[in-house]
Structures are given as C-alpha cells and as structure tokens.
C-alpha cells in the first residue's frame, strides 16, 4: 500500500514538472507578439529619426524620449503626476460604475423608463466627451469637478449599456427555469441573470474605462488651472515649453497606463469565457 501511494505522489510530482514548461510556453506564446509589435514601432521610429523625415528638434530619438522619462522618474515629478491622475481616474470610473450599474437595471426592468431614456443613454454614449467640457466649465469653473462630471458622463452610459444589454440577452429559458427552481427577486438576478449577463456586462466596463480614461485626459489637457503636476498637465506643460522628448515621453507613460488597464480587463475576459468552455484548453 506505501508503495502504491509513493508511486502515486511519484507520478504527480512528474506531471507538475511535465506541465512547467508547458506554462512557460503559454506565457511566452502570449508575451513574445506585444514584445514584437513594441520592436517595430520602435525600429521605424528610429528609422524615421535617422532618415530625419521630421526635424529632429520635433520628433527626437527614442534614446532621447526615453532618457528624458527616466530623469523625470528620478525627480520623482512622474510618480507624482501618476498618482494624480490615477486618484482621478479611479474616483471618476468608481462613481460611474455605480451610477451606471444603477441605471441600468433601471432601465432593463422597468418598460416605462426604456421608453422614457432608453435611446438617450445610446444618445449620451456616442456624444464626444470634448463637447461636454464647455457646459462643464460653465457649471463648475476650472476645477477638478467639471473634470469629474465629464468623466461620469463618458462612463456611465456604456456601462449602463452594457448592463442593459447582457440582462436583454439572458435566455427565456434560464428565466424559466431559476423561478421553477424558486429563484425570485434578488435571488433570480443573483443565480440566474447576473452570470448569464456577465460577459456582456464586462465588455460595458471596458468600453466605459475607454471614454473615461479619454475624458480624463481631455480634461487634464484642456483644464490646466489645476496645476502641471498630472499626466495630462506634465504633457501640456512640455507642449508649451517646445520639449518634443517630454511631450513624447508623457505620451508613452498614458500608453502604459491605459495598457496595464487594459490587461486586466482582458485577464477577466478570459476567466469569463474559460469558465463558459469558449477557450480550447
């Protein structure tokens, strides 16, 4: 009998030794296309620098672009202006995730208010987020609250958009079926609506991290009273002072910033669509 359990624990052992390379080769397969891709953006820049199709004291070298990023991470002036629009950001996006989650299932549930704002959620998602910051301005001056309004109306509506759409997507079937199971109320958007709805209701969150991740930098470009210290601050900042390696520089770092996002909502796609067996194993 030992002998059988040490063969046994013998046998696992191999297989999570077999199944290490293979995990390796799945995060390589996932990273070496974003490592190709940065290279090629990186060759032609540099290509373009070197062939000087653009004056160089207005598209520098990336050598340049990314020394200029890393002296301002040493002065620290980018861990702070980090922090500021981060703070924003995630302020903004967390009263729109609430605001939008609301309405949603406002609207979803209750035919009256379809009717009544149904089509002017869509109306309000497609309008740019640019052309809100005038009414903005006038409402709350140049403060960080007409940043926040813009942000707000950016998000919510995809968000709620999505809400809508994955609770008008759940099958008649699954509905039937929670309330012969004796799912009601709560109950039935809980174990029935809400996982069935989830896949729709993520791609609203992304969306809605899209408008307002671009609300806020419009804002920060665009409402510079606030002071400089910010991303989008630190970019116009450098605009104003003809630094074309700042400018890039605070360019590539709201690249980042959104790409880091990005990863996670993609992390939570595919947890989503592996656990409804959409993902080949």
Excluded: H
């Amino acid at each position: 009998m030992a002998v059988d359990t040490l063969s046994g624990l013998d046998a696992l052992e191999l297989a999570e030794r077999q199944s290490e390379p293979s995990r390796l080769l799945r995060i390589w397969g996932t990273i070496w296309p974003k490592l190709a891709a940065l290279a090629i953006a990186l060759a032609f820049w540099q290509l373009a620098f070197v062939l000087e199709l653009r004056p160089s004291y207005t598209l520098p070298s990336p050598a340049e672009a990314f020394t200029e990023l890393a002296e301002r991470a040493q002065r620290g002036e980018l861990w702070k202006g980090i922090a500021i629009t981060a703070r924003r950001a995630a302020m903004g996006y967390g009263f729109s995730l609430i605001l939008g989650v609301g309405l949603g299932l406002a609207v979803a549930r209750v035919r009256v208010l379809r009717v009544a704002i149904g089509s002017m959620i869509t109306a309000l998602q497609t309008m740019p987020s640019i052309a809100w910051f005038p009414l903005a301005i006038l409402l709350f001056g140049l403060t960080e609250q007409a940043i926040f309004f813009v942000v707000v109306l950016g998000a919510a509506p995809s968000i709620a958009n999505g809400v809508i759409a994955g609770i008008d997507y759940v099958p008649p079937l699954f509905l039937r079926a929670g309330r012969n199971l004796g799912a009601r109320g709560l109950k039935l958007y809980w174990y029935i609506i809400a996982p069935a709805a989830l896949p729709s209701f993520v791609s609203g969150l992304k969306q809605g991290w899209a408008f307002s991740w671009r609300s806020l930098m419009a804002g920060e470009l665009i409402i510079v009273g606030l002071g400089k210290t910010s991303l989008g601050g630190q970019l116009t900042l450098a605009r104003e002072l003809i630094d074309p390696p700042g400018v890039i520089a605070m360019m590539i770092v709201i690249l980042l910033f959104g790409l880091v996002v990005d990863y996670f909502f993609s992390k939570a796609d595919r947890l989503i669509r592996n656990r409804w067996g959409l993902i080949e194993q």
